[in-house]
């Protein structure tokens, strides 16, 4: 538990509350709000199951809402059928059919619209070529794309014919896609010549060549979008052009409706050992949490020009930009590029050009933008946004401020919604017309999510100073099924800190455990403290530092590598290495060469991501006397803190001196 962060958060008392005005307009107003909690608190199932049957069409209505009779293998809906595709596109053709549905913009300022009309042909065209390879049900589709409407089309002509598709973030490297690939057995990839980022192009191509040289036997045939257009290399016979697949197919394509319980996705997560896990998610819960979540933290209406800025190949751009909003019939922004291309002013053009109503980003991303100044967002129209958002990591009070003040003029709601890949959508987040804010909360459960703050034995704790485990106690739609071929770890991972209890009705109870530390105030409301596991929160992405350790491992020179995280102005969180090497340890000249190829290694193993902002050569790391490593200690090194800790228990005790004195 962080005693810095606990103390931070208790010293924030401001309190805001949303305007007369959008509280007027709003979707769910207090009362509505304060009605459907009572709905959910008197039986969750049932008010899941009505939304399930208003918000969803179905080709079979479900008769069951929820099977527990596995726990805590949960399934939802689990006898109807439906088809995710159809949920975001088919049914809106009647009365939206020529709304936008996507607007796009490239790093380059090229800008393209789809109606929803034209996404569904275009969806279609691919889903009829995946299906003329030999794709369909059953099968799993990796997509390694730079974030674009094309990554979209890929995603949603996977659920049009009843694939598994895992995308992969573009960022990853050759080693990391296959890793991935190899675990989910994928028959094909989709992916690019390249994508622009940061004024370079990135060689999705080339890394996926790489990644094939590297393993992938289950891969048959890769699909190439042409986007950059600069050269790349084209295996004859496996390698096939995504516009010469869909030449002259056709543009509809029958949705091929699946069971509710159906993976429509699998997404990759960090945890806490070195092998990320295959997070598997529904077809019907998952959309149906993606969707009335959209619709109740978002206050989507019908002429919103919705902008999440994550990428597709993280979880928020899976559930805020290819699935929730376009459920609803919403129109999304997707912007390809960095937020600095050509300056810190990219945003906010991006937002004045096409009329932005919505803005939801990272704090990462709000601390970088908050350092280059004000003069860049005021220099642009921001009149037309209503509401802005913020997810991925703790939102620090200075940051929201900002945000508050300089974007939304001291007048627009902010929503700081905390979710996780597992959780599919957003658990915790204000209602914006219902509710005050508080700068650093995610405020409070949505209806229909139940949470708690528990100690080490599973108790509740209750009181403003107190501290504990989040969990969520109850099952909801959109939550995680398993873990890609291995259930156990499934179980183990979420479900295996503490044992399940019998409810009054007689029914096993499981606490779901967030891997998060949480503090909750005397209003109800969630101060989110960090990860309690050995997760790191990188500019919000997600990743373990024993992920980190085996990439350095993996390098001849090295023996021994313990990473941790320490506290960074606007990544949230830098990595911090203490390197252990094979032989004499370098120095000079010599060490700083070999930290520069360390951090390239790492970046080659996994992906720019994840290089480390600090390596420290050392003789040892602290250990106890049965041979662990004391993080802790090396956290407190990585800070440059004064040691205070006992370490006279330590195997090495004047290895601490060392490590300090490089600080
Ligand atoms: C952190 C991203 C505080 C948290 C959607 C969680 C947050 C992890 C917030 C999940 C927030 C996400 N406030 N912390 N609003 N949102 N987190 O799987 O530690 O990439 O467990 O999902 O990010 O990261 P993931």
Not at 299 to 319: I, K
């Amino acid at each position: 538990m962080s005693n810095e962060n606990l103390q931070s958060v208790l010293g924030e008392s401001r309190v805001f509350p949303p305007s007369a005005e959008f509280v007027a307009k709003a979707r769910v107003n207090a009362e509505k709000l304060a009605e459907m909690k009572a709905a959910a608190a008197a039986d969750y199932v049932g008010f899941w199951a009505d939304l399930a049957r208003k918000e969803l069409s179905w080709a079979t209505p479900f008769q069951t809402a929820l099977d527990d009779s596995k726990a805590p293998n949960y399934q939802w809906f689990p006898d109807g059928t439906l088809n995710a595709s159809y949920n975001c596109l088919d049914r809106h053709i009647a009365t939206r059919g020529d709304k936008i549905a996507i607007r796009y913009e490239g790093e380059k300022g090229d800008v393209k619209t789809w109606t929803f009309r034209q996404l569904l042909a275009d969806v279609s065209k691919l889903a009829n070529g995946l299906k003329s390879l030999g794709i369909g049900k059953g099968d799993r589709v990796v997509i390694y794309l730079p974030h674009s409407p094309e990554a979209v089309i890929a995603m949603q002509a996977c659920a049009r014919i009843g694939a598994t598709h895992s995308v992969v973030f573009g960022g990853f490297s050759a080693g990391s896609l296959k890793d991935r690939i190899d675990d989910t057995g994928a028959r094909i990839i989709i992916t690019a010549d390249g994508g622009n980022r940061g004024g370079h192009i990135v060689d999705l191509k080339k890394a996926c060549d790489e990644a094939l040289t590297l393993g992938c036997k289950s891969i048959e045939k890769v699909v190439v979008g042409i986007r950059t257009g600069h050269s790349i290399n084209m295996t004859p016979g496996r390698d096939i052009l995504w516009s010469d697949l869909i030449a002259g197919v056709s543009d509809t394509c029958e949705p091929e409706f699946v069971g509710a319980e159906h993976p429509l996705f699998l997404l990759y997560t960090s945890g806490s050992t070195g092998k990320p896990k295959g997070i598997q998610h529904s077809t019907g819960g998952y959309l149906l949490g993606a969707m009335v979540s959209a619709q109740w933290i978002f206050d989507l209406r019908e002429d919103d020009l919705f902008w999440c800025t994550a990428d597709v190949g993280w979880v928020t751009g899976h559930s805020y930009v290819c699935y929730g909003p376009l459920a609803g019939g919403t129109t999304v922004m997707i912007y390809e590029g960095v937020p600095t291309v050509p300056d810190a002013g990219r945003f906010w053009k991006i937002c004045q050009d096409h009329g932005v109503t919505i803005f939801y980003t990272a704090p990462t991303a709000i601390r970088a933008l908050m350092k280059s100044g004000e003069t860049f967002p005021n220099s642009y129209d921001l009149s037309k946004l209503r509401l802005l958002g913020s997810v991925g990591e703790p939102i620090n009070p200075e940051a929201w401020m900002w945000f508050h003040r300089v974007i939304g003029k001291e007048k627009l709601p902010i929503v700081d919604t905390w979710w996780q890949t597992e959780t599919g959508s957003t658990m915790m987040s204000p209602i914006p017309g219902a509710m005050p804010t508080k700068p650093g909360s995610c405020t409070q459960p949505l209806p229909g999510i139940f949470a708690d703050v528990v100690d080490e034995a599973g108790v509740p704790v209750e009181g403003k100073t107190a501290g504990g485990y989040l969990v969520i106690t109850k099952p909801w739609p959109s939550m995680l099924r398993t873990i890609w071929g291995d259930n156990e770890r499934y179980i183990k991972t979420y479900f295996g800190q503490f044992p399940p209890t019998t409810g009054p009705d007689g029914r096993e109870q499981w606490l779901y455990v967030a891997g998060d530390s949480t503090h909750r105030d005397e209003d109800g409301y969630y101060w989110i403290l960090g990860r309690v596991d050995d997760v790191l929160n990188v500019s919000g992405h997600r990743l373990g530092t024993m992920e980190v350790e085996s990439a350095l491992v993996s390098h001849p020179r090295v023996a021994e590598a313990a990473v941790v995280g320490r506290p960074h102005e606007i990544k949230g969180e830098a990595i911090c290495a203490f390197v252990i090497c094979k032989g004499t340890r370098p120095e000079g000249k010599e060490a700083e060469a070999l930290i520069k190829e360390l951090r390239d290694h790492v970046g080659r193993e996994i992906g720019a991501i994840a290089k480390p902002d600090d390596i420290r050569l050392a003789d040892g790391l602290p250990k106890t006397r049965s041979g662990k490593i004391m993080r802790r200690l090396l956290r407190s090194i990585a800070k440059g803190e004064e040691i205070t800790q006992d370490i006279s228990t330590l195997e090495n005790p004047a290895i601490v001196a060392q490590l300090a004195a490089k600080a």
